[in-house]
């Protein structure tokens, strides 16, 4: 697992479910995104140091807490805004952490999350 290396924005996604991830890879790599996955067992010092250009942690608590806490804490102390995946977008129990996260209600249309994130981001369009 590398950190891409482009100047292009980046996400980092910790997905539990591997064709869910694709689905979102695949969406932000067509608005201009490269994309990481981040698997929690293969963590490494690259990954949770490097944020320059990051622009979203997308995180789904099925991965389990105690996997995601260290993301979600190195990413908030870089500013880098993350997006939780919760089954009831009322629910706030997330762990402190992330108590500012931008919540997502699954399941989810793919192209919505994208066209939220452009709203939230200024509608700007990325390119490579």
Known sequence: MTVPRSQKPWIIAAIHDAVVGLDIESAFLDAGFDFLHYRPGQRSAAILDSLRNCRLVLIDPDVGWPHL???????????????????????????EELADAMRLAKP?????????LSAVWGAERLQA
């Not at 989810?108 to 939220?116: G, Q, S, Y």
């Open 108 to 116: 989810f249309d793919t192209e919505k999350l994208i066209e939220d």
């Open 69 to 95: 806490l260290p993301l979600a804490r190195r990413a908030r102390q870089h500013d880098v805004p993350a997006m939780v995946f919760v089954y009831d977008e009322n629910d706030r129990t997330l762990p």
